[in-house]
RNA sequence: GCCCGGAUGGCGGAAUUGGUAGACGCGCUGGACUCAAAAUCCAGUAUCCCUUAAAGAUGUGCGGGUUCGAUUCCCGCUCUGGGCACCA
């Protein structure tokens, strides 16, 4: 019997679906293990090439880790709300649950052919109400909540109303809450709820129609369809993700995530320490003390001006009459411009005079205001105070304005540019002066305390995610408005589902709810935003836990036994968005009690990009001839992109070329050897650069045993890569090796023979490889020792089943369905899932010899074996009882022995 | 500008983290089998000198250093991939 891939493949593919396999169930009696990858967008385009590889690397995972006798949860679902089906329901009128369901239904197809282990009986679509529900639910229950910094995390609201009600909280005293109506409590209530309503800034994209958040939006581009983005002040409901800042950073050292990984998401929330400053201001006769936020109190002496953000609500307070029109002007243009143009702007300083004075806090000074737009109001207080020599951008502010220059550190030279580090003594600043800088940081900071005239606060860049989203294709809000008061739905109302509406199409302004007839409750109003991609990416890897549970998002004891995910796969390209919002929805619902681990993903991985590998062809310019890449040059020739598909190792199919477009019907080709060598280059794969290698197209030529295994052969797992057939025929050739060694054409040679101490050892080698590299993610070098052991087994003949039956549970991770093949062959009943890999282990007793160069100053002079065990000290005696080799003996004096157990032996001699 | 990674044959990549550099695969060359092809198998394949072999020398981006010994550690560069970017 040949290895006919494709039959055993489809065989062993129905099976697993018909008698569940891979279900699993929560068995206390076993360690659990959870392995998830991110789940897949369904676009319309279907799976490529580069999607299957981090699935294939975690399924190897799932499977090693099934068989060393864990239970495995290793689920897939979709995340199946956002932009592009709506997008496309704009363009087509299809509504977008019917693309959406014809793209899973072929991404199902496409991944059941590679050979998942997943249990599909807890997959789910984010899309599905009985899944939204458990956003809603969650989404209420942030709005129900406050974050106490005391206890530092999320309590019921109720708590801080009682607060309000006896004692008092912030500004708000009993009296205050007594006094205020249903509508004021409301507005106070929501400058604290974990989701609320709020007024804020917000990237607006015109060309969506939508607000969105920043990681969404990437060089003032969405990052769905690179439209441009712009500031504008809106009320939209938003999570307050920032009140979490601390936890978020914090918790990142116990995570097993890569450093780069980690690094993105420091710099993304973005802790700075300083200190928050009040500075009086003059503005005509009146006073108004404004606060600042700076990481360089030291610097208090050199601050010879203020700025503000043209944003600010202080810029008003602080113009004066003459100033007026000039500073409308500005803050005018400055909101008109995009976040773009801002960008491209950031070198050109602009700015504006408030005609006001700030009096500098130590030197008692009066400094001007000015207004510009490189100062930020999202971010601190909205208000500077600037220090020309030690900062760069005050620096090339004050001297397009003229404005003064004092360096406070000794030997700076401020002539030409700002002096920005932190080091040196201090100078021409009172009692700072002769300290070094980071001393003089922070006494400054103990002065400014001491003397009330500001205090230490931390500052983070970490902003709260703006929720709401004017588009259709999202989970509905479940909130209505009673008298314009926001209020949630009672529980038993979810899910709350997203209504038919008549047109897709997108009005400026206007989100497509509003379309929406009877989208009311009771009579009121129901909230028309939907909430973002990220609403439903959050909570996912609970609900695989527990998926069908329609009373709680999961239970208690499923929770407890998962707890969380051991190992996460997926892209990098999430770090900022998903892989935040996640780690602080999770950490909600820690606080609340609702599931029992703090951080949501405990390693993580982050797998390569595959790149694409396009090949060209050259044609003559002005004919329809084609020259080979090596003679191109001889001719003025184009480059042109041919399918990939129609090249097999850069030789082109000259007769599928002819067929491939009609242009090129009649086309003629001058040969190199009889062939036509393609020119290539790794680009992004494309359609448009004809580069899409499909996973089916593989499966059908060569399998998907070796599609898997070829993915993971190709380089390690984490890097980018680009996809290249060539080296695809080596696994190929390897699996039908391996099949060999059990059948000779129908032949079936395995006996119960007694294995050699020879075919144990390769066995034992590659037990060990496979334990250790596995671990490691380091599966190429996992298949190579494979390669090694069937290359060795083949030489020696081995028929035993001692050694050929192990050698398949070893193989089952990788190439599953041959595995389950060989696996029943050998006479199993059960699938090769339910092997058991330590009973291997537990014979594996590699016990050889160690072959140890002896060099004499690093010049290798002979060898001497040695058992593997033996101790540094039986190395260097043995070495030294040897019979004396002609160098040896001449006179030569040993000084030193260095020994490097199981390695080698040098000889330092004189 | 700031913060992380990388750099090893013709190519993808190994090297147990300081111990025989180039595993394994691809490609290439030669051979076996075959009428022939495919498939399969065997041998060779870092560079230089050389008809070949032996022997030698050189060799992990570049220049230094530590060490008996450096792809690995330290210092200074070059190139390159990625992230952040008026965050006070």
Redesign the pocket.
Known sequence: MDYDFKKIEKKWQDRWAEEKTYKVKEDSSKPKFYVLDMFPYPSGAGLHVGHPLGYIASDIYARYKRLKGYEVLHPMGYDAFGLPAEQYAIQTGQHPEKTTSENVARYRRQLDRIGFSYDWDRSFRTCDPDYYKWTQWAFIKMFKSWYDPQLDKARPITELIEKFETVGYDDITPEIWAAADEKQRSDILMRYRIAYLGETSVNWCEGLGTVLANDEV?DGLSVRGGFPVEQRKMKQWQLRVSAYAGRLLDSLDKLDWT??LK??QR??I?K?E?TEMVFDTVCGDTHKPITI????ADTVFGVTFMVL?PESDLVDELTTPEQREAVQEYVKESKKKTERE??S??KTVSGVFTGSYGINPLTGEKIPIWVS????A???T?A?MA?PAH?S?DYAFAKKFGLPIIPLIEGADVSEQSFDAKEGRMINSGFLNGMEVKEAIEAAKDYVEAHGLGHRKT?Y?LRDAVFSRQRYWGEPFPIYYKDGIPVPLPESELPLELPAISSFKSVAGEAPLERAENWTYKGYPLETSTMPGFAGSSAYYLRYMDPHNSEELVSADANRYWRNVDLYVGG?EH??GHLIYSRFWNKFLFDMGYVCEDEPFRKLVNQGMIQGRSNFVYRIVGTNRFVSLGLKDKYETTEIHVDVNIVH?DRLDLDAFRAWRPEYKDAEFELEDGEYICGWAIEKMSKSMYNVVNPDDICDRYGADTLRLYEM????VE???PW?T??I???N??L??FWRLFYDRDRWLVTDAKASPAELKSLHKLIGKEQEDIENF?Y??T??AF??AV?ELS?LGCSSREVLEPLVVLLSPFAPHMAEELWHALGHEDSVVYASFPEYVAAYTVEDSV?Y?VSF??K?RFTVDLPRKATPAEVEAAVRALPQTAKYTEGLNVVKV?V?P???V?M?VK
């Open positions: 990437k450093d780069s690094e993105m710099n993304w973005g700075s300083g936020f700076t990481t360089r953000a801002r960008i702007e950031t737009q490189y100062v930020l999202g971010y601190g909205g500077i220090v900062d951008r500052n860049r990098t770090a900022t190792n052969f190709l380089g390690p890097q980018s890569k290249d060539k080296g025929d080596g696994v050739r390897f039908k090796k380091s190429n070098t298949i190579s390669m090694i290359g030489d072959t160069p100053n690093g290798t260095i490097v199981g390695r080698m040098n330092v």
